[in-house]
């Protein structure tokens, strides 16, 4: 066995026999890193003797063989990260540890998302971390969570505030006794003539002491152990820098004639006001941290502490963790809904603005369907409960909107290569910095190699590059999530922005998804209202849509039904029955030929019908027409503005619709349309995508069925009506709670916004550190004779990162574009 070799148990899903035990054996067997594998039928699983980097690898050829290798996912808050190159530790040591799949921690939510196959203990996870000197605990009860983390930043921020005003207090006078010569000769000789060199130097070392180890020991706790582990960090460059020119600046104090002719200066006051800066400036960054996340904290808040629940023939109040599905739940006016549930009784409108982003209350009386979180009007309602805990529409919410803040966009995988290798780099060109001085610098060489060092290393920010990407993204996504739009995962923020094409399916998403009468043309002598409550007498016991359209019209009217005789129903043509012994047959235009019934006299209404996407459906009574119904699926009153919003953006939009050409064609002349195309078959929607795709189009599908399901997952990105099937949610790359088209046009600028945002991020924090640190090492000094103060360093450093999290939370201003 190799020397790092370790054993590792790993479930294999989908064995049935002695030949899948083989095949699974041959595939481990043939990874690189393997030394042994046996696989048992019985316990479903392989025990493989390995190198731990070959994990991942074992897994994958599992699966290549065809076998499944059950996977979860944890969640860890982690405590300590506090710049890029903690980010990419934390993710090396969870990567390291065996049966771990993929692992991503995000520096804006101080979180890392592992995925694991089944097995892997939190505790194992969090082992690791600690290891690195981190500290992981796992997110089991989000709720909880998502409190905790808010108190715990709130507890930061105040911690910081202090330490930050301690520092400030501790450091003036230090700036005033070490600077007094700078702003005022007669004041500096006032001080000297009073208080003598020697006892002032003392001073400022006392108080420049405590700052360091009193509000700046929180650098040494992290910073020290780092570097140690030869693991170096932000900490560790702050450690360092401070801890140079405060012991330089002490060994100058007390034993200044050992030091070089002219070199015992001290620098008390750089090594106290670093501290001071880089305390303020992460200050602010937890501040702009709090703001970035503020759409997870307003909709944890949405959740309701209790309900009002039936019991024992009584309305009563009780935690809403103790509610289950089927209790019946009172709503009072005014009152937050407690979980999701099924109306009973009563009639209000309820304010669903921060599920789905639309401001106008929404209508709800018996059997519609409430969701937690939103707010009652003025109506009571009594309603049953269907979902509670995790599996509620917020929770649900919750959980996506905390997925997609955690992810890493293909554009941070350039980000990680470089921050990588960068805190080594500064040291090291710190270190050249101090050489070059020494070497070739002015007199006194000592003085200005050792300021020219600290500033190096103080002016470096991996901070501003660690939250360039996530602080964009958390921002962007909570932002979205507050106008109903919901990334399901990061990848669809990035590939939204690259869009050209919009394909729409008609039915649900572009129109109401189900049909209405909209007109009733008479033949000449006929009472329209007679007509339509034979028809509704008949298509009463019909399920058709057409049906159901025809019936709802006549309730609406208040026409009285009448008995039916003889009732036949003949698919694909249409129905038949006696009606007050009357003959009255409704269907197609081939049902009326069938049954030798003119359809001219009628036929220029039709016509018009047709020309306005109406679906026309006959009505024949005593063997002669009667009426001809106009039936549609009326076209969502939200759709013209999102079109023209979708144009606005310089985007393509194809319709796909199953209906015939003529009807189909009209609504996207109604609609302003690009392409129409019509009479596809459920599984056509998928070809449709392929040669769009294939004609060089990136393409965004907007759908809303089960038969939209493939389709949504063919496209370069799919969005799904929230108001749709489960099935559409869970093949969609961004979910629409608002239920219409404007949603589109909003994800995909919204999408634009958010990475031109982290492209502005990622240059100012690159550009930063490109320009100022050779600037901080001397590179203008033979030049123009300019050198840079660590003190301006650390002023520029934590502005550097102030300044990207402020720019990310520009996006909370993005306004919808429909």
């Given at each position: 066995?190799a020397?790092?070799a370790?054993r590792q148990v790993?479930p294999v899903e989908g064995?049935?026999?002695?030949?899948c035990?083989?095949r699974?054996?041959?595939?481990i067997?043939?990874?690189?890193?393997?030394t042994?594998?046996?696989v048992?039928?019985?316990?479903?699983?392989?025990d493989?003797?390995?190198?731990?980097a070959a994990s991942g690898?074992?897994i994958a050829?599992i699966?290549k063989a065809?076998y499944?290798?059950p996977?979860?996912?944890v969640?860890?808050d982690?405590e300590?990260?506090?710049?890029?190159s903690?980010?990419?530790r934390?993710?090396?040591?969870l990567?390291?540890?065996?049966g771990v799949?993929?692992?991503?921690?995000?520096?804006?939510?101080?979180?890392a998302t592992?995925t694991?196959?089944?097995?892997v203990?939190?505790?194992?996870?969090?082992?690791a971390?600690a290891r690195?000197?981190y500290?992981?605990?796992?997110?089991t009860d989000r709720?909880a969570?998502?409190?905790?983390?808010e108190a715990a930043r709130a507890?930061?921020?105040?911690?910081?505030k202090?330490?930050?005003?301690?520092a400030a207090l501790?450091?003036i006078?230090?700036i005033?006794?070490?600077?007094?010569?700078?702003?005022?000769d007669s004041f500096h000789h006032?001080?000297?003539m009073?208080?003598?060199?020697?006892?002032l130097?003392?001073?400022s070392?006392l108080?420049?002491?405590?700052?360091?180890?009193?509000?700046?020991l929180?650098?040494?706790?992290?910073?020290?152990p780092?570097?140690w582990r030869l693991a170096?960090?932000m900490n560790?460059?702050v450690v360092?820098g401070t801890?140079?020119?405060?012991a330089?600046?002490?060994f100058?104090?007390f034993?200044?004639?050992a030091l070089?002719?002219?070199t015992?200066q001290?620098?008390?006051?750089?090594?106290a006001?670093?501290?001071v800066l880089?305390?303020?400036?992460?200050?602010m960054?937890a501040?702009?941290?709090?703001r970035?996340?503020?759409?997870?904290?307003?909709?944890m808040k949405?959740?309701a502490k209790t309900a009002?629940?039936?019991?024992?023939g009584?309305?009563v109040?009780?935690?809403?963790?103790t509610?289950v599905?089927?209790d019946v739940?009172q709503l009072?006016?005014?009152e937050?809904?407690?979980?999701?549930g099924?109306?009973?009784?009563?009639q209000?409108?309820?304010d669903e603005?921060m599920?789905s982003?639309?401001?106008?209350?929404v209508l709800?009386e018996?059997?519609?369907e409430l969701t937690?979180?939103?707010v009652?009007?003025t109506g009571?309602?009594t309603?049953?409960?269907?979902r509670?805990?995790e599996d509620?529409?917020l929770?649900?919410?919750i959980r996506?909107?905390?997925s997609a803040?955690g992810?890493?966009?293909?554009v941070?995988?350039?980000?990680?290569?470089?921050?990588?290798?960068f805190v080594?780099?500064?040291?090291?060109i710190?270190l050249l910095?101090?050489?070059v001085?020494?070497?070739v610098?002015?007199e006194?060489?000592l003085s200005?190699?050792?300021?020219?060092?600290?500033a190096?290393l103080?002016i470096?920010?991996?901070c501003?590059?660690?939250l360039a990407?996530p602080?964009?993204i958390?921002?962007?996504?909570?932002?979205?999530?507050?106008m109903?739009?919901l990334?399901r995962?990061?990848?669809?923020?990035q590939?939204?922005r690259?869009v050209?094409?919009v394909a729409?399916?008609?039915?649900g998403t572009?129109?109401?998804?189900h049909?209405v009468?909209?007109?009733?043309?008479?033949?000449?002598?006929?009472?329209r209202a007679?007509?339509?409550?034979?028809a509704?007498?008949?298509e009463e016991q019909s399920?058709?849509?057409?049906?159901?359209a025809?019936?709802?019209?006549?309730?609406?009217?208040?026409?009285?039904?009448?008995?039916?005789?003889?009732f036949?129903?003949?698919a694909?043509?249409g129905?038949?029955?006696?009606?007050a012994?009357r003959?009255?047959?409704?269907g197609a235009?081939?049902y009326m030929?069938?049954?030798?019934v003119?359809s001219?006299?009628?036929?220029a209404?039709v016509?018009?019908?047709?020309?306005?996407?109406?679906?026309p459906l006959?009505m024949a009574?005593d063997?002669r027409l009667?009426?001809?119904?106009?039936?549609a699926?009326?076209?969502?009153?939200t759709?013209p503005?999102?079109?023209r919003?979708?144009h606005?953006?310089?985007?393509k939009v194809v319709?796909?619709?199953g209906?015939?050409?003529?009807?189909?064609?009209?609504i996207?002349?109604?609609l302003?349309?690009d392409?129409?195309?019509?009479e596809?078959?459920p599984?056509?929607?998928v070809?449709v995508?392929?040669?769009?795709k294939?004609?060089g189009a990136?393409?965004?599908?907007?759908?809303?069925?089960i038969n939209?399901a493939p389709a949504?997952?063919?496209?370069?990105?799919g969005?799904?009506?929230?108001t749709?099937t489960?099935?559409a949610i869970?093949s969609?790359?961004?979910v629409l709670m608002g239920?219409?088209?404007k949603?589109t046009?909003?994800a995909?600028?919204l999408?634009r916004?958010t990475?031109?945002?982290?492209?502005?991020?990622l240059f100012?924090?690159?550009a930063?550190n490109?320009v100022?640190?050779?600037?901080?090492?001397?590179?203008?000094?033979?030049?123009?004779?300019?050198?840079?103060?660590?003190m301006?360093?650390a002023g520029?450093?934590?502005l550097?990162?102030?300044?990207?999290?402020?720019n990310a939370l520009?996006l909370?201003r993005?306004?919808?574009?429909a």
């Amino acid at each position: 066995m190799a020397e790092n070799a370790l054993r590792q148990v790993i479930p294999v899903e989908g064995m049935t026999c002695a030949s899948c035990v083989r095949r699974v054996e041959k595939a481990i067997a043939a990874v690189p890193g393997v030394t042994a594998a046996t696989v048992n039928l019985a316990t479903e699983s392989a025990d493989v003797t390995l190198d731990p980097a070959a994990s991942g690898a074992v897994i994958a050829a599992i699966e290549k063989a065809g076998y499944a290798v059950p996977e979860e996912t944890v969640t860890l808050d982690i405590e300590g990260m506090t710049c890029a190159s903690c980010v990419r530790r934390v993710e090396k040591a969870l990567a390291g540890v065996p049966g771990v799949v993929s692992a991503t921690a995000n520096l804006a939510t101080n979180q890392a998302t592992v995925t694991a196959i089944s097995g892997v203990t939190p505790a194992a996870l969090a082992a690791a971390v600690a290891r690195i000197g981190y500290e992981a605990k796992p997110v089991t009860d989000r709720a909880a969570a998502g409190w905790d983390r808010e108190a715990a930043r709130a507890q930061e921020y105040r911690l910081l505030k202090r330490e930050v005003a301690i520092a400030a207090l501790l450091s003036i006078p230090v700036i005033v006794v070490e600077m007094g010569a700078h702003l005022s000769d007669s004041f500096h000789h006032a001080l000297m003539m009073r208080f003598g060199e020697q006892p002032l130097r003392i001073f400022s070392f006392l108080l420049t002491t405590i700052v360091l180890f009193g509000p700046g020991l929180r650098f040494f706790r992290k910073g020290i152990p780092a570097l140690w582990r030869l693991a170096p960090d932000m900490n560790s460059l702050v450690v360092v820098g401070t801890a140079a020119a405060w012991a330089y600046s002490t060994f100058a104090t007390f034993f200044p004639e050992a030091l070089p002719q002219g070199t015992a200066q001290v620098y008390f006051e750089s090594a106290a006001v670093i501290v001071v800066l880089i305390l303020f400036g992460r200050m602010m960054e937890a501040r702009a941290k709090g703001r970035t996340s503020e759409a997870i904290s307003k909709l944890m808040k949405l959740q309701a502490k209790t309900a009002r629940i039936a019991r024992d023939g009584a309305f009563v109040d009780v935690p809403v963790e103790t509610v289950v599905a089927g209790d019946v739940v009172q709503l009072r006016p005014g009152e937050r809904v407690p979980v999701d549930g099924e109306v009973l009784e009563g009639q209000s409108f309820v304010d669903e603005s921060m599920i789905s982003g639309e401001p106008v209350p929404v209508l709800k009386e018996k059997g519609a369907e409430l969701t937690g979180g939103t707010v009652n009007g003025t109506g009571g309602l009594t309603y049953t409960v269907t979902r509670v805990g995790e599996d509620t529409v917020l929770a649900q919410i919750i959980r996506m909107v905390e997925s997609a803040q955690g992810a890493k966009l293909p554009v941070q995988a350039m980000v990680d290569r470089v921050t990588a290798w960068f805190v080594p780099a500064v040291m090291a060109i710190a270190l050249l910095t101090f050489a070059v001085w020494m070497i070739v610098g002015p007199e006194p060489q000592l003085s200005h190699a050792l300021v020219n060092a600290v500033a190096v290393l103080i002016i470096a920010c991996p901070c501003a590059m660690g939250l360039a990407t996530p602080a964009s993204i958390m921002t962007g996504t909570g932002r979205a999530a507050e106008m109903g739009t919901l990334f399901r995962n990061g990848e669809a923020l990035q590939d939204l922005r690259d869009v050209t094409v919009v394909a729409v399916d008609k039915t649900g998403t572009l129109t109401e998804g189900h049909p209405v009468l909209t007109d009733v043309l008479t033949a000449e002598g006929e009472d329209r209202a007679a007509l339509l409550a034979l028809a509704a007498s008949i298509e009463e016991q019909s399920e058709h849509p057409a049906a159901r359209a025809i019936v709802d019209r006549a309730r609406e009217e208040g026409l009285a039904l009448q008995p039916v005789s003889g009732f036949a129903a003949e698919a694909g043509f249409g129905v038949a029955a006696e009606v007050a012994g009357r003959r009255v047959a409704i269907g197609a235009r081939r049902y009326m030929d069938r049954l030798g019934v003119d359809s001219g006299p009628l036929s220029a209404g039709v016509q018009a019908l047709a020309e306005k996407a109406r679906t026309p459906l006959y009505m024949a009574v005593d063997g002669r027409l009667a009426a001809v119904f106009g039936i549609a699926d009326p076209v969502k009153k939200t759709t013209p503005d999102a079109i023209r919003a979708l144009h606005g953006l310089g985007l393509k939009v194809v319709m796909i619709s199953g209906d015939v050409r003529s009807t189909a064609e009209a609504i996207g002349r109604e609609l302003g349309i690009d392409e129409v195309v019509a009479e596809v078959l459920p599984s056509g929607k998928v070809e449709v995508i392929k040669r769009l795709k294939a004609e060089g189009a990136r393409v965004a599908f907007v759908g809303d069925g089960i038969n939209d399901a493939p389709a949504l997952a063919e496209a370069d990105v799919g969005l799904a009506v929230g108001t749709g099937t489960d099935i559409a949610i869970e093949s969609a790359d961004v979910v629409l709670m608002g239920g219409d088209l404007k949603g589109t046009a909003n994800a995909i600028a919204l999408s634009r916004a958010t990475m031109t945002n982290i492209a502005g991020n990622l240059f100012w924090a690159f550009a930063y550190n490109v320009v100022l640190i050779p600037v901080a090492a001397g590179l203008l000094y033979p030049v123009a004779g300019i050198t840079l103060s660590p003190m301006l360093g650390a002023g520029a450093m934590a502005l550097s990162s102030v300044f990207v999290l402020g720019n990310a939370l520009r996006l909370k201003r993005f306004r919808a574009v429909a």
